[in-house]
């Protein structure tokens, strides 16, 4: 069946079933998404789409892992709940990077707690983390691997 669009009067084909519905008044999503401008959505459609939503946030999330969470995962809790680090917490900092990581505090563990972590730059960050034990650690764990080779 050949109708003509609302929009651009453009001859289009459209399906008879569809035409008894009450459907096929545009010939593509542009014409439509036109159509719908300045319109706001009625109040039932509305209700409907509030229904349909549900909330997944933490422990109603079905990917939700609990303690079993790994550094990713709390990083990505730690954005959520407080934001991008935009500041270093340091006070011997320097003040001089303008980029901001979220640190995990000395002697506290991975677990969703603000306390065990705190907003650092970059430079104050690698200072707290590549301490001189870590970087022996490296040392060896370099030897090891060109012994084996």
């Given at each position: 069946?050949?109708?003509k669009?609302k929009?651009?009067?453009?001859?289009?084909y459209?399906?008879?079933?569809?035409?008894?519905?009450?459907?096929?008044?545009?010939?593509?999503?542009?014409?439509f998404?036109?159509?719908?401008?300045?319109?706001?959505?009625?109040?039932?459609?509305?209700?409907?789409?509030?229904?349909?939503?549900?909330?997944?946030?933490?422990?109603?999330?079905?990917?939700?892992?609990?303690?079993?969470?790994?550094?990713?995962?709390?990083?990505?809790?730690?954005?959520?709940k407080?934001?991008?680090?935009?500041?270093?917490?340091?006070?011997?900092c320097?003040?001089?990077?303008?980029?901001?990581n979220?640190?995990?505090?000395?002697g506290y563990?991975?677990?969703?707690?603000?306390?065990?972590?705190?907003r650092?730059?970059?430079?104050?960050?690698?200072?707290?983390?590549?301490?001189?034990?870590w970087?022996?650690?490296?040392?060896?764990?370099?030897?090891?691997?060109?012994?084996?080779?």
């Amino acid at each position: 069946m050949i109708r003509k669009c609302k929009i651009c009067k453009k001859d289009f084909y459209a399906k008879p079933n569809r035409v008894k519905k009450g459907l096929s008044k545009f010939c593509s999503k542009y014409c439509f998404t036109k159509s719908r401008k300045d319109k706001k959505l009625p109040q039932w459609w509305k209700d409907k789409l509030k229904l349909n939503r549900r909330n997944q946030n933490g422990y109603k999330n079905s990917m939700w892992k609990g303690k079993k969470v790994g550094s990713p995962g709390i990083h990505a809790w730690l954005r959520t709940k407080y934001g991008n680090a935009d500041r270093c917490e340091d006070s011997t900092c320097n003040g001089k990077s303008k980029k901001y990581n979220w640190a995990l505090r000395k002697g506290y563990k991975y677990e969703r707690k603000r306390k065990n972590f705190i907003r650092l730059c970059i430079s104050c960050h690698r200072n707290l983390d590549y301490t001189k034990e870590w970087k022996r650690n490296l040392v060896i764990a370099q030897r090891k691997r060109h012994e084996t080779h």
